[in-house]
């Protein structure tokens, strides 16, 4: 099971990015999707999150700018970055939680992307 992000790189303040991330292998329950970001010195935090049944939750600071998406048939989330500043600064992973069967009882376990730099300069 891998996720691959693709996206990222250098943009100025005010423009728009476009980030996506692919999950390839065996899923049993594929449940939330999402992004967190990590800004350097700062610690990784939760920038938007989306449900298999498209509920959506986003950091207070990206909200109206950022839009988040997910096909679940194909295993994809994108994050559509809009008006961007130099705080969004960082690089951004994606995430997916699965919730498996196993010994009579649910699990649930998380895989992670390997990450992709943003970078909001002029």
């Known amino acids: 099971v891998q996720l691959q992000a693709s996206g990222g790189g250098l943009v100025q303040p005010g423009g728009s990015l476009r980030l996506s991330c692919a999950a390839s292998?065996?899923?049993?329950?594929?449940?939330?999707m999402g992004w967190y970001r990590q800004a350097p010195g700062k610690q990784r935090e939760l920038v938007a999150s989306i449900s298999s049944l498209g509920e959506t939750k986003y950091e207070d600071s990206v909200k109206g700018r950022f839009t988040i998406s997910r096909h679940n048939l194909k295993n994809t989330v994108s994050l559509r970055m809009n008006s961007v500043k130099p705080e969004d600064t960082g690089v951004y992973y994606c995430?997916?939680?699965?919730?498996?069967?196993?010994?009579?009882?649910?699990?649930?376990?998380?895989?992670w992307g390997q990450g992709t730099l943003v970078t909001v300069s002029s």
């Open positions: 995430y997916a939680d699965e919730v498996y069967y196993e010994d009579g009882y649910y699990h649930m376990r998380d895989y």
């Open positions: 292998g065996v899923f049993f329950n594929i449940k939330d």
